[in-house]
């Protein structure tokens, strides 16, 4: 998996936090979810313009950090 595919950093969007192309999904806010209580499919359901590959990508973001 190559997470830039999914994931980038922009200064105007979030103020350059990285979030999900084609989203104002940031990284750090999926993670806080999780760490909520959240599960995959409830990211899925509640956000529908992530998709199961863009949340494998933030995991992998995490992993290279």
Sequence with gaps: MNWQDFIYSDEAVLLG???IKETRLSV???????????TEQDLLDNYPRL?????QAV???AHTK
Excluded at 28 to 38: K, P, Q, V, Y
């Design 17 to 19: 936090k990285p979030v």
């Design 28 to 38: 750090e806010f999926l993670f806080e979810r999780l760490a909520n209580g959240w």
């Design 51 to 55: 998709t199961k590959d863009a949340l």
């Design 59 to 61: 995991f992998a973001y």
